[in-house]
């Protein structure tokens, strides 16, 4: 880490004993301080203090909830995440949870099955049990962005005219999963879900970080920082130093990588989105247009599909004609779907944005 010249001086030591998920985030010395509670902030004290409450309120809503199709699906990614050490369990009691975490006053998080296109993810809720209130970040997280990549892009292109330029993009396996947590907090890192085979509740203790947890997003990124700054100026791969594995399958060393849904085409030195993505959202601009419908529920949909774009792609301009679609989203007027011309004219322009080159 010296030799890197990293900021993050207590990675490695906070690595090796598990990172806290409640109270105050440790800070990597590396980002702006910013200390933001949440506006109906929970200290520590009160989240123990009512565990009783929270964990009878999501055990209330894990049993009303339904076993369905892709519940399945959920249930054997958690057992994967057992298989590879992430997770311990599953546990059928409660008193077998306070007996592996030494403490009576843990808190279940409802696991809860969320369906992307071809795929089902299992997504943990910790703001409804209070996790998340007890969360306090010290950090305004910088994370680099795609103008970073094009100006690294042309700062190549420049001093070597006359060399191809490749993209090497490693993508980490379950990321977050591999950021260990503190054996004291992992009282706050159950996740809960029903069996599908038995309709039983199960619990399982996560020993790493869960989809959900806004800690999770904050403590991995410090590794993940960490790595990016040994890679640069130690100039060695070095990624196993700090326990990242990488899955093989997502490995991309081409001229044209794809971050984040962002193509990076470094033969025609253009920016597009990938033609899957692109498709889709032609595809569901269009039937609104022709439909001249958009309830509010849909538009915060379309509008959390177009953010990427937003802030990837087109900046000022593309938040500009996202204006109508949050307006719509947040309308008192529920039971009013009419296309404004506002809408119209955003939907249209959205619709020239997702077939042109950039």
Known sequence: MHQAACSDVDLV????????????????????????????????????????????????AIKRAPVTEHSPKVWEATLEDVAEGAAVGPF???????????????IPTQRFEVVQKNKVRGVDSATSNGINMATVVTEKLELPSTDANVAVIKWLRSRLPDKPLRGWVLDERRAYRQVPISPGHRKWSVVALKDPSTGKVAFFVMVGHSFGLVSAVYNYNRRSAAITDILRRVFSVVHWWLGARFDQQKLQLCPDPTILGVTYDLEQYLLKIKKSRKKELFDEISMILEHEELS??????????????????????GRAFLRALSDRQYSRKTMDTALTPALIYSLYKWQWHSTSKH
């Open 13 to 60: 030591d906070q690595i090796m004993a598990g990172m806290p998920i409640v109270g105050d985030i440790a800070s990597s010395h590396r980002w702006a301080a910013d200390r933001k509670p949440h506006a109906d902030h929970l200290s520590v004290e009160s989240l123990r203090s009512r565990a009783w409450e929270f964990r009878s309120k999501v055990l209330r």
């Open 92 to 106: 059928f009691q409660e008193s077998e949870v306070s007996e592996f975490v030494g403490d009576d006053h843990w």
């Open 296 to 317: 509010p529920g849909q538009a915060g949909k379309l509008r959390g599909k177009l953010m990427f774009g937003a802030s990837q792609l087109w900046g000022k301009v």
